[in-house]
């Protein structure tokens, strides 16, 4: 990573020390940074509202004030923040007080995913991403055509492995089948909210498959991954696509029937569709399978005709036929002083307690950040440093 461009962080009112700025009431507290002929107000009177933080942006050549779409879920309002500008159209923010462990976000405002959604959406843009310690092991995408086994086969593993993976539970517009519990194996949703958090940039991909909406919401991944087990995604090709574009580092596996005769007879035998929604989804899995094999989406091919077979091949993928038991391991808590001051050398970020008897300092490594909006920034290693 080369240096960072220069950055200017206004002291709008009283307080400020090496790039921080506090305001005295903590509803207003805000913090303001330059980029180019461009002002980032974060916080303060434009809160979007009680569970994120507002931000808006003030150009200097038109002298105009304006509310980007602000994509992602923030950082709650809190008694402070500090700011710095990183590469890649990245602003690390550091918000200070407790939850100690949601202290470090990311406001993209022209990474290339904001570019993405500007273009699509014809609206200026920011994003939020929170930073997360370490890399957790890659998520897992399992597609394939309906009925063909990648439910039970995820059920294998999540039983076999229980702290190891954790299910994204998706959204959807259909109806929950009579032993499906909501939360549990979907959040089933109204179409018109669900449609409202697509738009407001909740959802890491969604589809519309076999006549219902789908989708799988940034949240449903990270509760998985923030609580340190490994995510699996059951989704549809379509959503395999959009992950596959998306900024979650997945692996992808494609699973496919020993014939479509076969996938008939499961489908049949689960009894849960009726028989216009059985040849319904019979139709789209000639295309999913032809989509599956030949996109170059997947990089991994299963064919599912004994499941014992298929499941000691999918654990052989995973590095896992020889594993018989994982504990989840516990990322132990950031204590990000309250106090604090902030500067930036290469590729390290200081945070250097402040108001004290003390010189305790954190030091951020962000050389191997990935990941980012919508959802976290993964890869941030941390140091305390005591005195
Ligand atoms: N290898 C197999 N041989 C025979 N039956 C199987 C096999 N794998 C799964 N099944 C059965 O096939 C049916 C469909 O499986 P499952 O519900 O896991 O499919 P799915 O791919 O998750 O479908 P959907 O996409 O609709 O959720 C189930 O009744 C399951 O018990
Ligand atoms: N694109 C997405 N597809 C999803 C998601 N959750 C499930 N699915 C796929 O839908 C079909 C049908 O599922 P069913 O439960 O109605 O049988 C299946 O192929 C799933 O993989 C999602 O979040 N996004």
């Known amino acids: 990573m080369g240096e960072a461009p220069a950055i200017s962080v206004d002291h709008l009112e009283n307080g400020h020390s090496n790039g921080v700025y506090v305001k005295s009431e903590p509803k207003n507290i805000e913090i303001s940074v330059e980029i180019g002929d461009r002002t980032f107000v974060i916080g303060g009177n434009h809160e979007r509202n009680n569970f994120s ?6 150009d200097k050549n038109s002298n105009n004030w304006f509310s980007p779409i602000v994509l992602g879920t ?3 309002p809190s008694q402070g923040y500090s700011a710095f500008v990183l590469e890649q159209g990245r ?3 550091i918000k200070k007080g407790p939850p100690r462990n949601e202290s470090i976000w990311f406001l993209e405002v022209d990474s290339p995913y904001v570019r993405e959604q500007k273009k699509l959406l014809g609206k200026e843009v920011v994003a939020w991403s929170k930073g997360v310690r370490g890399n957790a092991e890659k998520p897992i995408v399992i597609s394939g055509p309906s009925g063909v086994g ?6 294998m593993l999540m039983k076999e492995f229980p702290s190891m993976f954790g299910f994204s539970v998706s959204h959807t517009t ?3 089948r009579s032993m499906e519990r909501d939360g549990f194996h979907y959040h089933f949703a109204d179409k018109k909210v669900m449609e409202k958090e697509i738009k407001d940039g909740k959802f890491l991909e969604f589809a519309s498959v076999h006549g219902n909406l789908y989708g799988t919401s940034i949240e449903s991944v990270e509760m998985v991954t923030d609580s340190g087990k490994r995510c699996i995604l059951d989704i549809d090709v379509q959503g395999a696509r959009s992950v596959r574009a998306s900024s979650l580092d997945a692996i992808f596996i494609f699973v496919c029937p020993p014939s479509m005769k076969e996938l008939e007879d499961r489908l049949r035998a689960r009894g849960t569709e009726t028989e216009e929604q059985i040849q319904k989804r019979l139709r789209n899995a000639e295309a999913e399978i032809k989509e599956g094999i030949s996109s170059g989406v997947f990089g991994l091919i299963l064919y599912n005709d004994n499941l014992e077979e298929c499941y000691k091949k999918l654990k052989k993928l995973l590095g896992l036929d020889e594993v018989t038991s994982v504990n989840g391991v516990e990322i ?3 204590n990000l002083p309250t106090e604090h001051t902030v500067s930036k050398m290469e590729d390290k970020i200081i945070i250097q307690e402040t108001g004290k008897e003390t010189r305790n300092k954190i030091v951020l490594d962000i050389s191997s950040l990935n990941g980012g909006a919508p959802g976290r920034t993964r890869g941030i290693l941390v140091d305390a440093i005591k005195f």
Do not use: A
């Open 74 to 76: 923030g950082p709650k």
């Open 332 to 334: 132990e808590e950031i």
């Open 91 to 93: 602003i690390l923010v």
């Open 150 to 155: 990648k439910g039970t086969l995820i059920s």
């Open 53 to 58: 933080i507002g931000v808006q942006i003030h």
């Open 174 to 176: 259909r109806s929950p």
